[in-house]
């Protein structure tokens, strides 16, 4: 249509049909970009890291707030002020965020543990300890539980290994720690010990953290048998498997 038939085509129209147009036609398209917050790229090894920075603070947050259904990759990249594909020029997905999450959990986890065991003590203590330094970090039990299968399958080879690597070094700190406090259990055996107590927690974490039909129902005395509180259920079994490994 061209702009002369256009203008006889607006004259035609009644005065009230006019002002119609003008104050409810949508604005140019130049307007409304203008109106839009500039987004900056990251160019900088510095503003790549602050970016990068950026979308794991709002994967934790969003982890806090709604669990794991309410952290969606869209919804990182909004809490992060980023768009949902220029998150894949930080992270390959959403799992490989959640593991950067969860290796930071447990090389926190690993140190302390490293500072509160510096010495012999008694079994009992030591099992103790172990299951309190991963029952004090609820996110940590949660994606320890979801590794296997969910959160490794949707990530490269290449990220992979470099994710096993961190998770290796907290590994290896836990294990001294242990050996530390457990002579009795050689090094090797303190690694094998610190992977049980991993597989302890992907199975004693769902169950102890029930959805809100199956917590009301353990209120019933009926079900109340099923009820399990993590930390007691962890130390148990942690303590039943380190007596196993020092006789």
């Known amino acids: 249509m061209t702009f002369g038939l256009l203008k ?8 009230r049909d006019q002002q119609f147009l003008i104050v409810f036609s949508a604005p140019p398209r130049y307007l409304s ?3 839009q917050p500039a987004f900056i790229r990251a160019r900088t090894p510095e503003a790549k890291a602050e970016r990068r920075a950026a979308i794991l603070a709002a994967a934790s947050a969003l982890l806090a707030q709604g669990g794991l259904a309410g952290t969606t990759l869209s919804a990182i990249a909004t809490e992060a002020g980023v768009t949902k594909s220029n998150i894949y020029r930080y992270f390959e997905s959403r799992e490989e965020i959640l593991m950067r999450l969860l290796t930071e959990d447990l090389r926190h986890t690993s140190k302390a543990l490293t500072h509160t065991l510096t010495k012999p003590l008694p079994l009992p203590d030591v099992a103790a300890t172990l299951a309190g330094g991963l029952a004090a970090n609820p996110r940590l039990c949660l994606l320890i539980s979801i590794t296997a299968s969910t959160l490794e399958r949707n990530i490269s080879t290449n990220t992979l290994r470099d994710i096993k690597r961190d998770m290796i070094a907290s590994l290896e700190r836990t294990a001294k720690a242990l050996h530390t406090a457990l002579p009795k259990i050689p090094l090797a055996q ?7 107590l991993f597989t302890l927690t992907i199975g004693l974490w769902p169950h102890s953290t029930p959805g809100p039909a199956l917590t009301a129902l ?5 079900f109340s048998r099923f009820k399990q509180d993590f930390r007691q259920s962890l130390t148990l079994s942690t303590e039943v498997m380190l007596k196993g490994l020092t006789r």
């Open 218 to 222: 353990y209120e019933e005395p009926e």
């Open 8 to 15: 006889r085509s607006f004259a035609a129209l009644s005065i």
């Open 190 to 196: 303190a690694e094998n010990a610190v992977h049980i």
């Open 33 to 35: 970009a203008m109106n």
